[in-house]
Structure formats: structure tokens, C-alpha cells
């Protein structure tokens, strides 16, 4: 299972020491980060983990003391070529030539699943996992926000006023956002819009033949529209099933309240869960209108049960905006009231708001707008560098590189922040930007391709001492880390700072440390360690939706 053996070498001198199974001290081993100034170790222990502090006010000189007796008791060996202290940790630095031999094995034997393998991951349970993303809304483009049950009757209302089939065929979501648009301005004027609206629903729900057929009009005109954008984000969908899909089911699920006991009856008609907790009503989720019909929650009710019964998964994963924070909550409230205790392994993923994006047209809101504002600022972008190579197809290349800018962008810092947008240094070429990370795997691809004629697996690693291919290695060793960070909190700030780093670190060594022109010996260890690096960059650039070019 190991990506390594490094960390499992320490583990197990570290458990003849201190008397612990070496599997309990794996995860108290890291990796250091690679430091620009000064060569540091590869691995430290934080000591504090694994060795209770007997001193009756936990001091730090008694921690220090006991990481001092500690480091002594250890000795170096074939693995471990130094041992020495900090502040509460034992640094290890290993073997320079068996660095570079491991690492450099490691990455080409395991391929796209290097640090996938990795101890660290050896203690997760292995299940299947359910993700809600994305859930555009029915008859809208990629927009922010949910489809609500108003929205539906007032599109269904609004078609029948301002609706024309022939649009309708030929720009779906254009047309349907139209609509939306005018019987939303007409209902602000209009109460009998808004009575048709909730009319509108109302049959809905009551599966009326010929309601229920509009509405599939417009959900498989939107959905053949949705796989048309999903396809230029690299994502594909076995099944498509909004919560509007569990409109039938959420009036099993408001019986099963009825039958807990959980449901109560208000002033005004509705029907409430009291999830207060003197029992007083003082915090409590609507759950159905005054007419009999579901609301949001009431179908999200019905599709988390639906979904758990028909995947058996390990945890359902929910990926919205920060705005529906306190709906969720409520949300995996109600499912423990009603007896269902995996909804403690229901999660909630948030993300803020980007702020300021404008196309040259104004401001924009539509995913689509936006992925074809950065193909064409970056298609210029290419035009007017002097180092752009001639490609075989521009805009593809525009296209993959547009959205790796949009990706790191919004992945750079924590998911739940908001920002403000800007194409400019968005689409920057130097930086910690997507184009930058494109450009470092289209170069040092470019390097590979060069040289292909002289590619050898059997290298001499005692070419690879310089302080920037150590630098490189050491970076390289610590992938495994991050992937398990990021699966622990779910944020892939983690991958993009790891790749960014990478990249920098790449480019120096490809500065300083030539392959062409260079002794055959040393020109071959040196364009295996680009190969590494560049195979690790793809990998984890594909993880986060990214499609690597080879060109620009």
C-alpha cells in the first residue's frame, strides 16, 4: 500500500523506541515543505503527538527535553542519513540517492495513482460516496441559486402567455430565461400571475397529465442544454435527478412526519417540524403550504432517503453556496428526528461568492458567458505572445487553458470565501495562476518530446544532488499529504497550492539544471526528474477538473 517506504521505515524504528504499533504513528510523520533559503530535512515527527506530557503544567522545555531524550535513543541507518531537533520535532533526512531512486520509482510505477496509494489512505473506510453538485435549475442557465416551486409555476404560467415553441426548439435556456424574465415582471404587477403560478404547481404536484407534460418539455430541453456545458467542463452525469424529480415522494415523506409525530399544524396552515429545543416552536422548518404542496426542503427530505436507499453509500456530500447553509442544517435536523442516523454522515460543502465578473458585454451570472469570455481573452492572449507555438486547434487549446484559470481561481483560496474577480490577473501567464500551471506542463512536455530519442528508465541518481532537484524531490514526496488533507476537509486549496509550488520549483530547476547540452549521464537523470514532475502536475491538475495541454 505504501507510496513510499520512507515513512514506514521511521514509523517502525520510531515503534521499537517507543514501544507503539508503527501503524499508530504514520500520520504523525511529515513531510517538510521545501524551503527556497536553506536545505532542510524531509521528514519530522511532531512529538507531542505520540509522547503524553507527564509535567504537571504541560511546559514546553519538558516537551523539548523529552523530543531531545527521544532523538538521541533513534539512529541513523541505510534509510535515515541524519537525525536532529526542533521546536517539539525530530527532523529525518533520508539518503540522497535513495530519495531520488524511490521517488523518481514511485511516480512512473504507480502512475496517475501516485500518493493515491499512500499509507495515509490505508485507514479510511472504502465505500461509496453520493455528491450533489452543480444543480442548475430547470428552464435557467447556469445560474446561481435553486429552482423553487415559485419559479416553476411562474415559468409554467409565463409560457403559456409569452412562450413560443419555435424559440423554445432553437435556444432552450435563452428562450425559457426570457420568459422567466417578463412573467416576473408581470407577476410584480399582476396578483392573478402569481395565483396562476401557484396554480401552476399545485396540478403539478397532483401530477396533472398536461402540466406535468410541459414540465417535461422544459426539463429535457434544459437538460440537453446542460450536456452540452457539462461537456466543455469535463464532466459527465450517470443520472439527472434535481429535487424537482422527488415532487411525488415528498408526499410519502410529509406522512412518515405525520406518523413520527413531527409534524404541526400553524395559524396559517402550514405545516412545521419544531426543531427548538424547549419543544416551543421558537426554531422550526416549513415543510408544506397551506395547499397541500412540498416546498424545497420537503423534497430534498425525499430525495436524501430515496438516494440512501437505493445507493447503500458510506456519506452524501451536498455542494451549494454558503447562502443555504441554515437550510441544510435543518435538513440533516429532520432526517435525525425521523430516525435516519446516517444523516450524521450527510455534509455540507459551501462556497461564497465571486464578485465583479463582467464579460466585455457587462455583467454576467451565466456560466457559458463566462467560459467564452476566457477562450476569447485567452485566444488573444496567445495571438499576441511571441513565444505561442503554431497549434493545430487554437481554440481548444484557448478553451482548456480559459478554464484552468477560471478552476485555480476559484480554488486557490478556502471554498467558503467570497472574492473579487478579475480577468486580468486571472488570465496572467507568471503567477499562481491556471495559465502559469498550464504553461510550466506544456513546457517541460515540450522538453520531453525534444529529447525522446535519448529517454532512458536506468539513471544514475548521484546526477540528481544539485540543491534544485532536491528541492523538486522533496516536493514530490510530500503529494501523498495533500491529497489526504484535501479528502479530509474537502477543500482543494490544498492540490492548488501543492501544484503551484511545483511549477515554481520546476521552472528554476529548468533554468539552472539543462538537459540539452549536458554530460548523457547527467542530461538523462535530469529529464527523468522533469518527467516525474510533470506527470505528478498532470495528475493533479486533472483532479481538479483540469485537461493538461502539451502546447501553447
Known amino acids: 500500500m505504501a507510496a513510499c517506504p520512507f515513512r514506514r521505515s521511521i514509523a517502525a524504528q520510531l515503534s521499537r523506541v517507543l514501544n507503539l504499533p508503527p501503524e499508530n504513528l504514520i500520520k504523525s510523520i511529515s513531510a517538510l515543505p521545501v524551503s527556497k533559503k536553506r536545505p532542510v530535512a524531509d521528514f519530522q515527527l511532531f512529538v507531542g503527538s505520540v ?9 514546553k522545555p519538558d516537551l523539548q527535553l523529552q523530543t531531545q531524550r527521544l532523538a538521541e535513543k533513534l539512529k ?10 526542533g521546536p517539539g520535532t525530530v527532523n529525518f533526512t533520508i539518503n540522497r540517492e535513495l530519495l531520488a531512486k524511490t521517488v523518481l520509482q514511485q511516480v512512473f510505477k504507480d502512475g496517475s495513482e501516485y500518493g493515491i496509494k499512500s499509507e495515509l489512505f490505508s485507514t479510511l473506510p472504502r465505500g461509496k460516496i453520493v455528491i450533489e453538485f452543480s444543480s442548475p435549475n430547470i428552464a435557467k442557465k447556469f445560474h446561481v441559486g435553486h429552482l423553487r416551486s415559485t419559479i416553476i409555476g411562474l415559468l409554467g404560467a409565463g409560457f403559456q402567455q409569452f412562450g413560443n415553441e419555435d424559440k423554445l426548439k432553437s435556444n432552450p435556456l435563452e428562450h425559457l430565461f426570457e420568459v422567466y424574465v417578463q412573467v416576473n415582471k408581470a407577476a410584480a404587477e399582476d ?11 399545485r396540478k403539478l404536484e397532483a401530477r396533472d397529465e398536461q402540466i406535468l407534460s410541459m414540465w417535461q418539455h422544459f426539463r429535457d430541453f434544459s437538460i440537453e442544454e446542460y450536456v452540452r456545458i457539462y461537456k466543455r467542463l469535463g464532466v459527465h452525469f450517470d443520472e439527472y435527478s434535481g429535487e424537482s424529480f422527488y415532487q411525488e415522494k415528498s408526499q410519502e415523506v410529509l406522512k412518515m412526519l405525520d406518523a413520527r409525530g413531527l409534524l404541526q399544524k400553524t395559524i396559517k396552515g402550514t405545516r412545521v417540524v419544531d426543531l427548538s429545543e424547549k419543544r416551543d416552536l421558537s426554531l422550526c422548518s416549513t415543510v408544506m403550504r397551506s395547499d397541500g404542496t412540498s416546498l424545497y ?3 430534498d427530505l425525499a430525495a436524501a432517503i430515496d438516494r440512501m436507499m437505493k445507493y447503500n453509500c458510506e456519506s452524501m456530500i451536498y455542494v451549494t453556496d454558503k447562502s443555504q447553509n441554515a437550510h441544510f442544517e435543518q435538513l440533516f435536523q429532520i432526517l435525525k428526528l425521523m430516525g435516519y442516523q446516517w444523516a450524521e454522515r450527510c455534509q455540507h460543502v459551501s462556497f461564497g461568492l465571486v464578485q465583479g465578473m463582467k464579460t466585455r458585454k457587462g455583467e454576467v451570472v451565466f456560466l457559458e458567458d463566462v467560459l467564452n469570455e476566457a477562450r476569447s481573452r485567452m485566444l488573444q492572449n496567445m495571438a499576441a505572445a511571441k513565444t ?8 481548444e487549446t484557448a478553451e482548456k487553458i480559459g478554464l484552468a484559470a477560471l478552476i485555480i481561481q ?23 495562476t491556471g495559465v502559469f500551471l498550464q504553461y510550466t506542463h506544456a513546457r517541460l512536455h515540450s522538453l520531453e518530446q525534444m529529447c525522446r530519442d535519448g529517454q532512458s528508465t536506468d539513471i544514475n541518481t548521484a546526477c540528481l544532488q544539485d540543491p534544485q532537484a532536491i528541492s523538486v524531490l522533496q516536493h514530490l514526496l510530500s503529494y501523498d499529504e495533500v491529497l489526504y488533507k484535501s479528502s479530509e476537509d474537502l477543500q482543494p486549496k490544498h492540490i492548488v497550492s501543492y501544484l503551484l509550488t511545483l511549477s515554481h520549483l520546476a521552472a528554476v530547476a529548468h533554468k539552472t539544471l539543462p538537459v540539452k547540452g549536458s554530460a548523457p549521464e547527467q542530461a538523462q537523470a535530469r529529464l527523468r526528474l522533469f518527467q516525474a514532475a510533470r506527470s505528478v502536475l498532470a495528475n493533479g491538475m486533472k483532479l481538479l477538473g483540469i485537461t493538461p495541454v502539451s502546447q501553447m
Open 51 to 59: 509522547i503524553e506530557n507527564k509535567s504537571s503544567d504541560r511546559s
Open 297 to 299: 426542503i420537503t423534497r
Open 388 to 395: 505561442t507555438k503554431e497549434l493545430e486547434n487554437p481554440l
Open 76 to 85: 541513523c541507518d541505510t534509510v535515515v542519513r541524519e537525525i536532529s531537533t
Open 410 to 432: 476559484d480554488f486557490k483560496g478556502l471554498l467558503s470565501s467570497d472574492y473579487q474577480f478579475s480577468w486580468d490577473r486571472v488570465l496572467q501567464s507568471r503567477g499562481d
Open 191 to 201: 396578483e392573478n400571475i402569481k395565483k396562476l403560478a401557484q396554480d401552476f404547481f
